[in-house]
């Protein structure tokens, strides 16, 4: 049985442009988020609106609390699975598929239960200073959220872990409106509005997790007496370090802004906070779905066609991010002012003297799981997490020297520097399992193109407005292209081949 799947995999891979399959997959992720991210925007000025600001507060803290929850619930299993799924799959181990999703459920629902009890126990014993006394029994829904968020996040990874990512991106999008719909419902019909909102929301939550398990069992992936003890292990070894690094790279995320207030004052935590946001929405709308999609789909490279495959894949996969990433960072620190402007307003405009060097550091992260490649394939995932810690120690160091004398400048370039650090740091370790070649002529046209287009929105000052700005975008899209493609004759074939549908190598 595990012959015949190996050889239908064979068989069927030549067929299959990995680069293709990418972009497709990229496009599925970058659907079903902004879709998700609609919800935001949805339940944003219902909650505001119902509920007090006190209890808007105690919201955001329980939010933070479940996510913090949640990446320790997760124990990097979602990585596990992603890793682990195609040696399954492909027969080179002598465990039945089922194992693999009797194991990770089974020990998603320990850990869940776990990590869920450790905040229920906490949380009792700090209730009074957390929660005032029609709330008490929050912490218990917390603990329950907890549980439920990380089933949903197991199940729903299995789903990228086979790359089935059309219904990957249905469920994500379901148990977003689910959630929603259940909680802004029960929010109006309970007196202690919170309460009732997160009734709903695992009510929701966990109507889909029920679902995902009834299709698992279904199809018979998920069997009795299917656990293995010492796979789990192995899951949890390989795991872990993730949870480190989804910690560090949390802290290094938000550590700035407590230095800042401390340093300065919260007006300056605010400008600061907003281009950090900024800059997140763009990096997220570049590599998330970059993210999601790229990993699996090296890891099946990797074990149906090997070493060179695999690196001529993200060897390719470089290419097209330096071709996306850089015009990115020229232009939108270039019409900065104009979008925060426009989004904000005239007092946030001096975040855009700092907000290249915010966007270029994350950037710089954005990179880490396609040069980082060999740290996931041969399982070195601690020394990813101990590489986060000390690029945490860099960001830190760097604002206590930074901020009190360049102010927000400083905290900028802090991010820079230890995100520079880091991706450095992820090369040359991950470069010694697995090298790919870097095309530096490729990312020399990408910049001189982007200097262009530059020069080009620069000539465009004196328009304003926001039809003026869309027109700068769009010439400045245009002006970039045009540019590479003349730059670069590869380029204008896979642009020719592209266009023709042929494919793109």
Known sequence: MAEAIRLRMENRQPRANPLLKLFSQTSHYVTGNVLAMLGGFISLPILTRVLSTAEYGVLSLISTTVWIALALAKGGLQESAVRFYVEFKSGARRQALSTFYTTLFVGSLVLGMVVGGIVWGLGSLFHASLFDAPSRHLVLLIAGMVVSGALYMRLSNFLRAEQETKIYNFFAVLQRYAVLAFGLFFLYYFRDHLKGFFVGSIFGESLIVSILIFLLIRQGKIRVGGFSSSFFKECLWFGLPFVGFELANFLLKIIDRYLIQYFLNLESVGIYSLAYNLCSYVNDALFFAVWYAVYPIYMEIWQSQGRDATAKFLSNVSIYIFLISTPIIVGFSTLSREVITLLASEKYTAATQFLPYLLGGMVFWGFIPIYGAGIYIYKKTKVLAGMTFIALVLNIGLNLILIPRIHLHGAAIATLVSYVFLIIAVVICAFR?????????????????????????????????????????????TTYVLVVLALDRKLRGIAANATSRRGFL
Do not use: E, Q, T
């Open 433 to 477: 399992y697995l090298k790919f070649s870097i095309d530096y002529r490729i990312l020399a046209k990408s910049l001189f193109a982007s200097l262009v287009m530059y020069i080009v929105l620069v000539s465009m000052n004196s328009w304003s407005g926001l039809s003026a700005l869309l027109i700068k975008i769009f010439i400045g899209m």
